[in-house]
């Protein structure tokens, strides 16, 4: 229904910087909660930034805030992750997703969130 491709991961050494991207196809996603997760292997899916539709208040895990930035474009359908200073604890798959915001819902909830791209590989070497 909202397919969403993300784009921008690889490799990059401890402290250095990457920029994910995800595309949104179809329907637009301008009035969804959009999000950033991430998984590593033998690890649970975990939350990393998301935003609201208007692109204000965003959130981050604790993990991360200081480091990565979230925005979105909605004029052109995609939501990007600015990771700077990054950790070998940040290798994982990143995974961007969206969702109709629901009132009650935790915008950290990874179970709250209706569509999901197919993930893009981040490694970050120590």
């Known amino acids: 229904q909202v397919p969403l491709v993300e784009s921008g991961g690889g490799l990059v050494q401890a402290g250095g910087s990457l920029r994910l991207s995800c595309a949104a196809s179809?329907?637009?996603?301008?009035?969804?909660?959009m999000g950033w997760f991430r998984q590593a292997p033998g690890k649970e899916r975990e939350f990393v930034a998301a935003?609201?539709?208007?692109?204000?208040?965003?959130y981050y895990s604790d993990s991360v805030k200081g480091r990565f930035t979230i925005s979105r474009d909605n004029a052109k359908n995609t939501v990007s992750l600015q990771m700077n200073s990054l950790k070998s604890e940040d290798t994982a798959v990143y995974y961007c997703?969206?969702?109709?915001?629901?009132?009650?819902?935790?915008?950290?909830?990874?179970?709250?969130?209706?569509?999901w791209g197919q993930g893009t590989q981040v490694t970050v070497s120590s």
């Open positions: 935003v609201s539709w208007s692109g204000g208040n965003p």
């Open positions: 179809g329907r637009s996603v301008s009035r969804y909660t």
């Open positions: 997703a969206a969702r109709n915001y629901r009132p009650g819902q935790a915008i950290s909830d990874r179970y709250a969130y209706d569509y």
